[in-house]
């Protein structure tokens, strides 16, 4: 029978490791529905094109970039009248989502895995020759950000995974620290992938908003990282950890077992509870003692006391006994 203290012992990892699973589906549901309002407020990265002028022809280079700005310009100009550039645009895990500002709804693309956002072909700017135009350090960057973005959508998927394998081998935690030391080890491997997730998602997303800014800032697009996300992924890392550290204490505290470990030895560990009482011994000479047989040889005979000689003397071994000179 699982004690009462065992299941408030299990009941705080449990907690915090549904959590972190809250949290890790809130990162994956941003951007699904255009119409929510809520979800779409967890993206990763925000440009916002509001302040963009497509008469930039008198720009000064942008510092520290290598870019021809005419043909930047002269790109962003037909995309802005082919109306293929919106006021704003938010990126997520599997997709994009874009609109304008007198738009009700926002317009998102199709999920799928693996999803990395790419200006150049979002904004119909492929046959422009402007990718060409872009320094080699921006275009490594956006291949970088390519490949990276790969391996954190396996690591958020990985996450995914073991939380709710986590929560389903918690329940065996309740009936024994054996469940407590499985549940741990799904929960450290979903530790780390958590982690591991948002780190890059942090350190990936913060280096294209460096580069994103550093190109088109001058042409009145601003770029910022989504508060909400990066809050989120790194909630679902705290709840995560502290779900390990509680499963890991749940494996050397909190024994579901009885102290007394059933009725059996509910007796026996009453009875040596009991005070030692002086139980008296059979004496040869008093006769036979609760039925113990009496003492004299095979047929039992009693031996008298008279027949018991005295003692021979210097016999026996007297300590200090003084000697005569």
């Given at each position: 029978m699982v004690n009462a203290g065992r299941i408030a012992c299990i009941f705080t990892p449990f907690a915090l490791c549904l959590a972190s699973l809250v949290c890790i589906i809130i990162v994956f549901l941003g951007g699904w529905n255009?119409?929510?309002t809520t979800?779409?407020?967890?993206?990763f990265l925000k440009a916002d094109l509001t302040g963009f002028t497509v008469n930039n022809t008198g720009l000064d280079p942008v510092p520290g970039i290598n870019l021809d700005n005419d043909v930047l310009n002269q790109a962003l100009n037909q995309a802005k009248a082919a109306a293929n550039i919106n006021d704003f645009y938010t990126i997520y895990l599997w997709n994009y989502c874009s609109w304008d500002g007198s738009d009700k709804y926002s317009f998102c693309s199709k999920r799928e895995a693996y999803f990395a956002f790419d200006p150049v072909e979002v904004w119909g700017l492929e046959n422009t020759g402007v990718q060409n135009a872009f320094p080699k350090e921006l275009q490594d960057g956006l291949k970088a950000y390519k490949a990276v973005s790969k391996w954190m959508f396996i690591a958020y998927i990985v996450a995914l995974v073991a939380t709710c394998i986590e929560l389903v081998v918690g329940i065996s935690a309740i009936f024994s620290r054996w469940g407590s030391f499985c549940t741990a080890f799904f929960s450290t491997l979903s530790s780390l992938f958590i982690l591991a997730a948002s780190i890059t998602a942090t350190a990936m997303f913060s280096v294209l908003l460096g580069s994103f800014n550093g190109v088109f800032e001058a042409y009145g697009i601003k770029a910022s990282l989504g508060p909400e996300m990066m809050r989120t992924t790194w909630l679902a890392v705290a709840f995560s950890f502290g779900a390990g550290f509680f499963w890991l204490l749940s494996v050397c505290c909190c024994s579901g077992r009885s102290p007394y470990g059933g009725k059996k030895d509910t007796k026996r560990v009453k009875v040596e509870k009991t005070p030692y009482t002086y139980e008296r011994v059979g004496s040869p000479y008093l006769?036979?003692?609760?039925?113990?047989p009496p003492y004299g040889g095979a047929h039992g005979q009693q031996i008298p006391m008279h027949n018991l000689g005295?003692?021979?003397k210097g016999g026996a071994y007297e300590p200090f006994r003084p000697s005569h000179v």
């Open positions: 255009a119409r929510s979800l779409g407020n967890y993206y006769g036979p003692q609760g039925g113990a005295p003692n021979a």
